[in-house]
């Protein structure tokens, strides 16, 4: 009398059925009485109870009646209490008495709502609703007319398809169709514009509409609910439910293309409401953040991390990068790529192509292994005609940018895609003649120096933080990538010493010859740009130890302007330097995780 299930699928409802019968059969005590069936109880006719429908489709029903027929009501109750006499009929005969009977009132209710005000597609669809054809699945959902009431439910359970109707994976869907979806969900705010949709959220706000206040939901949902495109529906959701928890990292489903979680939220919003977010199903790493941390200024986001407070740490007293810096992306030539694509230099539109694989910390490597093989992206065009010419031919959509000002100068290329151990990937380009696709981004100089962005980008600290705040995305089964729009958040902390000045003069050692050793030494400069008083009680700090070592194997020289053979001579001597065991940088630098458990120690340890 309590349990309720739908499927568009009619063999799912077949087989929910079939469970549910096991389930009582099992409970069963037998005899040997064979005149009252061995004690085993005749099971439920369960057609009423699991339906075979579009979930996601309701009625269109009149939206206001002042005064509702009450000969409806009647009918209602009457095909109420005939559904309840067939939940428990026994026999062959006496079921299809009662499906008979339950035809000629859905007929009758189907005239009187016409007269009610009712359209007659909706009122057919009320009458031709058999819940006992066993091989058909209804075109619509309606609680009230296909479990008799309207109110409500307590409880709703499910693991709703993830069908995506925007991505590159896009499943078919009819005009028709996606139309009536949005214009059925309020979360799709303008129904003319183009819409990224996808059955998870529109099941979301269905689940929502269908549960009483204070009634629960809990989902197991694809791990898109993270992404930019679910935005709209976070927003729908953030003002109506109480989210209780979240369970990430679900393995329990095998041959499954996406991760998977748990969602459950009260229907009702709970101003102080605190989420639980749990790393795995085992709830052995609990974080805990008040609902009021989704909002707006965050997309709504339900990212949030175990080291949240650190997080916040990082980002204390900072300005973001986009207030330091210009970003934008590559040429985005997708689909159209052979227009744009060279294996020679044909005239002076084609420009060296620099595209992910060819960016590594602090090192671009043109030509590269793969291009060197087969050459044809080898070089990359930009051309303002082209771009109108492909439009305007309808051969593809490129967007290369207003003008290619951003590569014509000293600049950063990030590359989107990273590498296999999910790490930032940064190097300094000189070379004005190095153009990239959307897989690189590109940062040009408005006030920090790019040496400075350089070195914190390249460092354990950002791969930390980008990881660990979603700047970085690495969903199962995907390469990890950052996107553009939240990297331009990231923070870049205010120096209040001398330490953005030795950063970028180890990053121009760097950029002359990579050194694992001079690499380590510039992630602890960040740290200590990061976490400046940290470093000061635990009497960690290295800056003005590096000062020192640099002023003794430098001088007053600049070290851009020594031969190649003089700078490797420097970085042989600061290597040799700070990997002497008497070393204050080296011996500091060791014991970072052991002063610093609690701030250093998890960004030193992370993967």
Sequence with gaps: NCIYGVDIQPVAVQISKLRFFISLVVDQKPTQNSSKNRGIRPLPNLETKFVAANTLIGLDKPKQLMLRNPEIEKLEKLLADVRHQ??????????????????????EISHLLIDDGWNTISANQVANWDPYNQ??????????????????????????????????????????????????????INKKGKSRLGTVMMFLEKT?????????????????????????????????????????????????????IIFSFCNSRNTNNTINIFSNFSKNELVQVNQSKI?????????????????????????????LSYIISGMNIGGVKEHFLSETKIDNTFH??????????????????VQNRNPRNMFIKFDKKLEAYIWKNKLGTPSIGENDNKFKQNKILIRRPLTSDGSLAAAYSVDFDHYSDVTVYIINKTVLDLEILLGIINSKL???????????????GQQPQITINNFKEFPIKNDLS?????????????NFKYSFTVNDVVDGLVFELYFTDEMKDKNIEIVKFVEEDIKSVLGDKDFEKLSDSEKQNCIDELERRWTSTDNEVRNRIKLFAVRSPDILKPILESK
Excluded at 149 to 161: A, C
Excluded at 465 to 471: A, E, H, L, N, P
């Design 86 to 107: 067939h939940f428990s009929a026994k026999t062959p005969k006496t079921k299809e008495k009662w499906r008979a009977r339950d035809k000629e009132l859905r007929n």
């Design 135 to 188: 091989n058909t699945s209804s075109d619509f959902f309606d609680t009230e007319w296909m479990f008799g009431f309207e109110n409500g439910f307590d409880l709703v359970i499910g693991n709703p398809p993830y069908v995506s109707f925007y991505s590159g994976q896009a499943a078919k869907i009819e005009l028709e169709l996606l139309n009536k979806y949005i214009m059925q969900y309020d979360f799709i």
């Design 208 to 260: 929502q509409k269908l549960l009483k206040k204070d009634a629960i939901c809990t989902y197991i949902i694809d791990l898109n609910i993270f992404s930019d495109a679910y935005t709209p529906i976070r927003k729908y959701l953030n003002d109506k439910i109480s989210i209780r928890e979240i369970i990430k990292n679900l393995s329990e489903f095998e041959n499954v293309g996406s991760g998977q």
């Design 295 to 323: 909002n707006e200024d965050n997309d709504y986001s339900y990212s949030f991390s175990k080291y949240i407070n650190l997080l916040n740490l990082i980002s204390e007293g900072s300005r973001k990068i986009s207030d």
């Design 352 to 369: 060296k192509g620099i595209f992910s694989g060819n960016i590594f910390r602090y090192k671009i490597d043109y030509p590269n292994e």
């Design 462 to 476: 950002a791969t930390f933080y980008c990881r660990q705040s979603g700047i970085i995305k690495h969903d199962k």
């Design 498 to 510: 001398n330490i953005y000045q030795v950063i970028a003069q180890l990053v121009k050692i760097l």
